[in-house]
């Protein structure tokens, strides 16, 4: 059995090394830019050199290795490439809202390495996006964290290959919503909402005893015993108790929140991100104490009930309980200009440079389990960067070029009117989407099926 | 600069709660009105320079007197020494006051059943109390245009002035009729319809937007020559605007719409404004050379095509202007009005530039909506609506320190503000008592 497995584990090892050979990764030395590495303050006039998609030397005059390319960027700023901790954009669909729990979803076999929004994303300097299922579900699929290799046909070469294993869970009224209202069944309620999910993991954990069980009898002689039923979705469920997979669970309001505080406390799971959580001020101390954080909005608030009572002062409070915090987008629109969103927690509670920038790189980078990788320009960090014009948290600041891994996937002096990959043979003449915002928000995009009933009014209700 | 920004954060920090209003228990800040000395500003006049250690009288809710050397007499003094003095600014179209909690269907009034309704009137739904206007007034945003929508002729849209306890104490002078001109584009992802079948329905819809102008032509000749006529609410007011009484919001986007609209409106001899025109800078010289002005925005928004440039939207209203077509800023909003000064801010970066940016939320869409006699600039004689900020407003980093509204000076608070000041430091914290 054991060798099995390694080979198993040397084929599947071998798929990888395969699907990341076809990754390009760039060498490039960008001089005399007004550097922000986010963990290790601001270097003035600095270089910062690459070699096969790593950061390998920061500092004053610096040298270009034979063959490799020289950026000037006097008079420019330079800061880790932008990380949206919470996104649909490259994904095909967004929800599979057929059952409140749907842990064998893979958001992985969606992913659209030609979407238009990944290039837009680069334009505002985004290298890593959470891309992830939808809220239409309490457990919803797994999510993939993609990185914007821009141009690949192949979806492997987007996906960030060795990024943790995350997976979405949603509370409130979507779930109670396409579930409770739309199809009569739990969750209707709050209650609904913390009964599916310890039901959940109950009968997980009766999953893995069968399978236990059974492991420890099939190795008696003469043993007969059938193997359980395999279950991808209990199987994944096992493996969020086993802290094998971060949950990243859309929330809004702080009776939620604290009662899944209270469902992780029980089951002992430690890795738990806040999505939305626009209440997360209220309950700012018990976030700090038992999760890996919040990831929120800017600014959004009352489009729906259960935000109504928010504040912009959110991510300030957070922070300031010392809560993880990240600033995200969950629109194809807000993730181009997530750098002016995190600027937004200095007219909402004045944060320092250093904590609004940190809050749309190195915050979401330990949110995603990829902060030894990304998320800071230091020595050994993979070279996901953004040069800009202004301070990348003024209004005024306007992203020049975006590198992922040393390679430079946007330049606005080389940007050509029409970036299409691929265009859809239904798409020749070109649809024109007015009031394209719409299409921004995605994160209950797929259910409209299941609920003719709602006439469309459903769909309006966003987030 | 860090330091000097971070001392400032830091004190400004210390002084929120005293900023906010030192309250006791019990105690309510309202707006007051008043005799007021804005004393040592920069003041950004918007029409007449930017004047260094100027002060601004305000009193009957006008801006009585720009100058140095202003005496106070009786007025109460606020030293402005580093800070600056901007005109109110000015969304040129927004939801604000229509609607509460947008997937809450009982309190969403913008838009009403009938494809025809210009007599509908955004000024009486207008809630001064929602919880949205003291969120954007304390971001400089102190007046906007608040439209209805919907249908071909959804109602009648009204400028309101974010401070007043009645819809006719907010108004702000100006009201005009909407219409969503026929559209051959796609109302977003989730518009199915086959490529024929929008060209059929918009076909459809200008065919009947043409046949209920000239009915309201017929019914408003019939009115001149005397006859007696039957209650028809929505050609009375359709009627305003052929005689020139009302001016018309347009509100188109796509490209050859908006060739569309120019032709329409052509000889009609009516007073026209474009909205929205998403795609204004693909046939921006057609729109200048009809001399049409435009609101346009929101600016932070995705290209119209997936072929576009990703800043094209960025990027419209500079080309606009460059074109020759005076241009106003909207964010097309309800609860998040107050990022105007954002847009207008990307606008700046990507093209317009930053003078041209802050006249098209001020003194531009005064100008278009007909009011620049008592809005858009730090003159005397106007309206005492202007803000007091830290710096350039459209800066995030920026604090707004005082907002008047009509000579009112509004409480720096609000239900954000309040709960910030409530959950910053929880008590009790962690544990429980």
């Not at chain 1, 002689?221 to 991808?232: I, L, M, Q, V």
């Not at chain 1, 912009?312 to 002016?340: C, M, P, V, W």
């Not at chain 2, 990022?339 to 606008?347: G, Q, Y």
Request: aromatic share 8%; hydrophobic share 40%.
């Amino acid at each position: 059995m054991k060798k099995h497995i390694y080979l198993i584990a040397a084929f599947l090892g071998l798929g990888v090394g395969i699907s990341q050979a076809q990754v390009q990764k760039g060498s490039v030395l960008i001089k005399n830019a007004t550097v922000l590495t986010v963990t290790k303050g601001n270097l003035e006039s600095s270089d910062v050199l690459v070699q096969n998609g790593i950061i390998i030397q920061l500092g004053k005059n610096l040298t270009a290795p034979a063959g490799v390319n020289t950026i000037d960027a006097s008079g420019k700023y330079l800061m880790p490439g932008i990380i949206d901790a919470h996104s649909h954009v490259g994904l095909d669909v967004v929800n599979e809202a057929s059952a409140p729990i749907t842990s064998e979803i893979r958001m992985k076999d969606v992913v659209n390495p030609t979407d238009m929004g990944i290039y837009r994303a680069l334009a505002g300097g985004v290298t890593v996006s959470h891309a992830m299922h939808g809220s239409a579900n309490v457990v919803g699929g797994q999510n993939a964290t993609l990185k914007h290799r821009w141009g690949s046909m192949d979806p492997a070469d987007i996906i960030m290959q060795d990024a943790p294993r995350t997976i979405k869970f949603a509370l409130g009224e979507n779930p109670t919503r396409v579930h409770g209202r739309g199809n009569g069944i739990q969750p209707r309620s709050r209650m609904g909402v913390e009964a599916v999910i310890r039901n959940g993991f109950n009968e997980a954990i009766q999953y893995k005893k069968a399978w236990e069980t059974y492991q420890l009898a099939k190795n008696q002689k003469g043993n007969t015993t059938p193997p359980p039923a395999y279950s991808e979705r209990l199987q994944t469920l096992a493996d969020i108790l086993d802290g094998k997979i971060i949950i990243h669970c859309h929330s809004y309001r702080a009776d939620e929140i604290y009662m899944l505080i209270n469902v992780i406390k029980d089951f002992n799971i430690k890795k738990v991100v806040f999505q939305h959580t626009n209440e997360g001020f209220k309950v700012a101390p018990e976030i700090a104490e038992y999760t890996m954080g919040a990831s929120v909005f800017a600014d959004w608030w009352a489009y729906k009930m259960e935000v109504y009572y928010s504040t912009a002062f959110n991510a300030a409070i957070l922070q300031k309980n010392g809560a993880l915090t990240s600033i995200n987008s969950d629109s194809a629109e807000l993730i181009r200009h997530l750098y002016h969103e995190a600027a937004k927690t200095q007219r909402y509670g004045g944060l320092t440079d250093e904590e609004a920038l940190a809050m749309i790189t190195i915050n979401p980078a330990k949110q995603l389990g990829i902060e030894d990788k990304v998320g800071s320009i230091e020595v050994g960090k993979q070279a996901d960067l953004v040069i800009f014009e202004g301070h990348p948290l003024s209004s005024y600041a306007v992203p020049q070029m975006t590198f992922v891994d040393g390679v430079k996937y946007f330049d606005i002096k080389k940007d050509n009117n029409d970036q299409r990959q691929w265009v859809a043979a239904t798409e020749m003449v070109e649809p024109i989407f007015l009031r394209a915002n719409e299409e921004a928000h995605r994160c209950m995009q797929d259910v409209d099926a299941y609920f003719e009933a709602f006439q469309g009014a459903f769909l309006k209700e966003k987030h | 600069m860090n330091r000097m920004y971070k001392t400032f954060c830091a004190l400004l920090l210390a002084l929120l709660p005293v900023v906010a209003m030192a309250q006791i228990d019990g105690e309510f800040v309202k707006p007051r009105n008043g005799k007021f000395l804005l004393k040592n500003a920069t003041v950004v006049t918007v029409t007449k320079g930017t004047l260094a250690n100027t002060s601004v009288l305000l009193e009957n809710g006008k801006i009585s007197k720009v100058g140095t050397n202003l005496s106070s007499d009786g007025a109460e003094v606020i030293d402005c020494t580093g800070l600056f003095i901007y005109p109110g600014i000015i969304d040129g179209g927004t939801r604000l006051g229509l609607v509460e909690v947008s997937s809450v269907p009982e309190t969403v009034d913008y838009a009403d059943v009938g494809n025809v309704t210009p007599n509908m009137q955004a000024l009486t739904t207008v809630n001064p109390n929602s919880e949205a206007i003291g969120v954007t007034r304390v971001s400089g945003v102190t007046t906007v245009l608040t439209v209805p929508s919907g249908g071909l002729f959804p109602g009648t849209a009204a400028l309101i002035n974010l401070n007043g306890y009645t819809p006719d104490q907010m108004y702000g002078g100006f009201k005009a009729v909407a219409m969503i001109f026929p559209s051959s584009g796609r109302r977003g992802r989730f518009d199915r319809r086959s490529d024929e079948d929008v060209k059929k329905d918009g076909e459809k819809a200008l065919k009947e937007a043409n046949d209920i102008w000239d009915n309201a032509k017929s019914y408003l000749e019939l009115k001149k020559s005397g006859a007696t006529l039957a209650y028809f609410p929505e050609m009375e007011q359709l009627s305003k605007v052929i005689s020139g009484e009302l001016p018309l919001l347009i509100e188109v986007n796509a490209a050859s719409d908006i060739q569309q609209a120019i032709k329409w409106v052509e000889g009609k001899n009516i007073k026209v404004i474009f909205t929205g025109v998403a795609e204004g800078w693909r046939v921006a010289d057609e729109i200048a050379k009809a001399k049409i002005p435009v609101v346009t925005g929101p600016v932070q928004e995705l290209p119209t095509r997936s072929s576009d440039r990703y800043d094209a939207p960025y990027a419209n209203a500079g080309l606009l202007a460059k074109a020759g077509v005076k241009v106003a800023l909207r964010t097309d909003d309800e609860e998040n009005v107050r990022n105007l000064p954002f847009h207008a801010a990307f606008a700046a970066a990507y093209g317009l530039g930053k003078e041209e940016a802050l006249k098209a939320v001020t003194i531009n869409p005064a100008e278009i909506f007909g009011v620049a006699d008592q809005y858009g600039s730090v003159e005397a004689g106007k309206r005492a609506n202007l803000i007091v900020s830290t710096g350039d407003p459209f800066e995030t980093r920026s604090q707004i320190m005082h907002v008047f509204i009509d000579g009112y000076r509004i409480p720096m608070s609000n239900r954000h503000i309040r709960l910030y000041q409530e959950f910053l430091e929880r008590s009790p914290g962690l544990k429980a008592n």
